[in-house]
């Protein structure tokens, strides 16, 4: 596992240690949630914009066997 130092505006410091403080969960696990999250949200845009190609149609999981 790696180590990374991001700097974060005083804002986004505030509401990383709330959320730490809310959850009891570490500052180092926010973040890796967070980006957990981010991940997964990109997916789904992903799958999003897929859906609006002309070229894909039927049942995604058939597609998905396709790939």
């Known amino acids: 596992m790696s ?3 991001v700097p974060l505006t005083p804002e986004l ?3 990383l240690a709330e959320v730490a403080e ?3 969960a570490s500052r180092a696990a926010v973040v890796r949630n967070a980006l957990k999250h981010y991940n997964e949200d990109i ?3 992903k799958v999003l914009r897929a859906m609006k190609e002309p ?3 039927g049942n995604l ?3 998905l066997k396709s790939i």
């Open 3 to 5: 180590t990374i130092s």
């Open 13 to 15: 410091e505030k509401r």
């Open 22 to 24: 809310e959850t009891g």
């Open 43 to 45: 997916a789904v845009q």
């Open 55 to 57: 070229s894909l149609s």
């Open 61 to 63: 999981d058939d597609l």
